[in-house]
């Protein structure tokens, strides 16, 4: 399958050395399964944004991340939002998982990005499942993961960011997510105070926090889910002093009663929202797909599946969260998103914010402006003068 192009009547964002550069030395390494090793690529691509980000005042550092942001920021102020306390230039996002231990805190809104999601940050360090642990689905613009909340801890990540002198909360170009996971040593007994002990030592640094209990490859993550489970998790994180303003991520796999559960526990619980969704345990029609990597087809691997294959499912979840929810419960939607019809989609269905990581690795950084440009156009196809106008409108793309 081809990269999606923009329609004709939808013109991409105008091409930058940026965009050049991706689509000449990296889009290459991602058109097959066996290309460049996924997580080596990452890991090569976050060291160079952390030493970026760490020296973003020295003025060559300065002029390219100046360079950078001139390519892919789109700003207008229809665009910009209000939600649970943080200002929002835009409705685009970084989805958790790409900067775990966010060594590029201080430099994610140079690529366009209204907020970026930090993590998932467990209270212990660890260092994730086995490799390989991260697999290419070139042709189905997909990728499998068991990382595992590979990740350096909280007390770790908080040195991280102060390092990089961070502008205090809601003084950021960029608003900056902290998602948070729950230890794999903990048991679910003591999951509460595991994860207030991130919580509590990284707040003072995060505009917002998110209780990720929708990940499939943490044993007995999921569990969490489960309302009596959640509710006491909630709670015990809204005790802590300073609380930021408190979201929880959900799987995809989840039965209608279980989702509507979770949207009653939001509102009752006061949660600032709700992330849908995580990566699918569900091979989503890809049973019988082998996996190059190791033979075997996707129906006999672990991990959670993201990219496009998952758009469809995340697109009922949300809206099933919205019937239940109503339109005061601030959602976020994420997977599958990777044009601006599908970022549309997402809003017209009920989300205030989107996310991007699968489909952002395949587009390549223009994908944002795209998603931007494309949003903006459609305002005015729909005489809307802001974006929280289209959110939940039920408005088709045009």
């Given at each position: 399958?081809?990269?999606?192009?923009?329609?004709a009547?939808?013109?991409?964002?105008?091409?930058?050395g940026t965009?050049?550069?991706?689509?000449?030395?990296?889009?290459?390494?991602?058109?097959?399964?066996?290309?460049?090793?996924?997580?080596?690529?990452?890991?090569?691509t976050?060291?160079?944004?952390?030493?970026?980000?760490?020296?973003?005042?020295?003025?060559?550092?300065?002029?390219?991340?100046?360079?950078?942001?001139?390519?892919?920021?789109?700003?207008?102020?229809?665009?910009?939002?209000?939600?649970?306390?943080?200002?929002?230039a835009?409705?685009?996002?970084?989805?958790?998982?790409?900067?775990?231990?966010?060594?590029?805190?201080?430099?994610?809104?140079?690529?366009?990005?209204?907020?970026?999601?930090?993590?998932?940050?467990?209270?212990?360090?660890?260092?994730?499942?086995?490799?390989?642990?991260?697999?290419?689905?070139?042709?189905?613009?997909?990728?499998?993961?068991?990382?595992?909340?590979?990740?350096?801890?909280?007390?770790?990540?908080?040195?991280?960011?102060?390092?990089?002198?961070?502008?205090?909360?809601g003084?950021?170009?960029?608003?900056?997510?902290?998602?948070?996971?729950?230890?794999?040593?903990?048991?679910?007994e003591?999951?509460?105070?595991?994860?207030?002990?991130?919580?509590?030592?990284?707040?003072?640094?995060?505009?917002?926090?998110?209780?990720?209990?929708?990940?499939?490859?943490?044993?007995?993550?999921?569990?969490?889910?489960?309302?009596?489970?959640?509710?006491?998790?909630?709670?015990?994180?809204?005790?802590?002093?300073?609380?930021?303003?408190?979201?929880?991520?959900?799987?995809?796999?989840?039965?209608?009663?279980?989702?509507?559960?979770?949207?009653?526990?939001?509102?009752?619980?006061?949660?600032?929202?709700?992330?849908?969704?995580?990566?699918?345990?569900?091979?989503?029609?890809?049973?019988?797909?082998?996996?190059?990597?190791?033979?075997?087809?996707?129906?006999?691997?672990?991990?959670?599946?993201?990219?496009?294959?998952?758009?469809?499912?995340?697109?009922?979840?949300?809206?099933?969260?919205?019937a239940?929810?109503?339109?005061?419960?601030?959602?976020?939607?994420?997977?599958?998103?990777?044009?601006?019809?599908?970022?549309?989609?997402?809003?017209?269905?009920?989300?205030?914010?989107?996310?991007?990581?699968?489909?952002?690795?395949?587009?390549?950084?223009?994908?944002?402006?795209?998603?931007?440009?494309?949003?903006?156009?459609?305002l005015?196809?729909?005489?809307?003068?802001?974006?929280?106008?289209?959110?939940?409108?039920?408005?088709?793309?045009?």
């Open positions: 399958m081809e990269t999606q192009e923009p329609p009547s939808e013109p991409a964002a105008a091409s930058g965009g050049t550069l991706y689509r000449r030395f990296v889009e290459p390494l991602l058109r097959s399964d066996d290309g460049a090793d996924a997580e080596q690529l990452s890991r090569l976050l060291t160079a944004l952390a030493q970026a980000s760490q020296r973003r005042h020295w003025p060559l550092v300065e002029g390219a991340l100046a360079g950078l942001a001139g390519e892919l920021q789109r700003r207008d102020p229809r665009l910009q939002q209000s939600l649970f306390g943080c200002r929002f835009n409705p685009v996002g970084l989805a958790a998982g790409f900067d775990k231990n966010g060594v590029a805190a201080a430099i994610w809104d140079r690529f366009g990005f209204g907020f970026a999601e930090l993590g998932t940050v467990t209270w212990h360090p660890q260092p994730g499942n086995p490799r390989p642990r991260l697999f290419r689905l070139a042709a189905e613009r997909a990728a499998l993961n068991r990382m595992g909340f590979n990740n350096e801890g909280a007390r770790a990540v908080r040195r991280i960011l102060e390092r990089q002198a961070l502008p205090a909360p003084q950021r170009p960029a608003v900056l997510g902290i998602n948070l996971g729950k230890s794999r040593v903990a048991s679910l003591l999951a509460p105070d595991d994860y207030a002990s991130s919580l509590e030592l990284l707040a003072p640094l995060a505009d917002y926090a998110v209780v990720n209990v929708s990940s499939p490859n943490t044993p007995g993550l999921r569990d969490l889910q489960e309302e009596s489970q959640l509710r006491r998790l909630v709670e015990r994180l809204r005790r802590l002093p300073g609380c930021p303003p408190l979201l929880v991520k959900i799987a995809p796999d989840l039965e209608d009663d279980a989702i509507d559960a979770i949207a009653r526990l939001a509102y009752e619980e006061g949660l600032a929202g709700v992330i849908a969704v995580n990566t699918s345990q569900s091979r989503l029609g890809l049973e019988q797909r082998v996996l190059t990597a190791t033979g075997r087809p996707l129906a006999e691997e672990a991990g959670g599946l993201s990219g496009r294959p998952l758009r469809a499912r995340a697109l009922e979840v949300l809206r099933r969260l919205r239940t929810a109503g339109p005061a419960l601030p959602l976020i939607g994420v997977g599958g998103i990777d044009s601006a019809e599908t970022a549309w989609e997402r809003i017209a269905a009920g989300a205030s914010l989107v996310q991007v990581y699968t489909g952002w690795i395949y587009e390549g950084p223009e994908l944002v402006p795209i998603i931007l440009e494309g949003l903006v156009r459609q005015d196809r729909h005489g809307l003068r802001t974006i929280n106008e289209a959110v939940g409108s039920g408005l088709p793309w045009s």
